[in-house]
Nanobody, 123 residues
Framework: VQLQASGGGLVQTGGSLRLSCAAT??????????MGWYRQAPGKERELVAS???????NYADSVKGRFAISRDNAKSTVALQMNSLKPEDTAVYFC????????????????WGPGTQVTVSS
């Protein structure tokens, strides 16, 4: 499975961005159980931003609740992250991740990771 993300960029505080991530070469469009987004800011550890199961159950970091929304298209093996009311502290490299297994908590290094897309929020 290969992942490719798009949609990053530069935005002002309070603005919006939409990240998208598509999987190719998966076993089946409907077999990817868990999808998610992580981010890593300079000098900080990578953190889970949001995740979504094949059934649509979502999980968000407290810092993005009410501002970010994760969604997926099971038929197309894609996951999106709608980011609204962006703040400078949201500046980071964002990574999409997918797994055939159920990930209630953290994803694993052995799961499928995209190369990352930069999001910069200016004050």
């Amino acid at each position: 499975v290969q992942l490719q993300a798009s949609g990053g960029g530069l935005v002002q505080t309070g603005g919006s961005l939409r990240l998208s991530c598509a999987a190719t070469n998966s076993r089946s469009s409907y077999s990817i159980e868990s999808m998610g987004w992580y981010r890593q800011a300079p000098g900080k550890e990578r953190e889970l931003v949001a995740s979504i199961s094949s059934g649509g159950t979502t999980n968000y970091a407290d810092s993005v609740k009410g501002r970010f929304a994760i969604s997926r298209d099971n038929a197309k093996s894609t996951v999106a992250l709608q980011m609204n009311s962006l703040k400078p502290e949201d500046t980071a490299v964002y990574f999409c991740v997918m797994s055939y297994g159920l990930r209630v908590g953290p994803f694993r290094a052995s799961d499928y990771w995209g190369p990352g897309t930069q999001v910069t929020v200016s004050s």
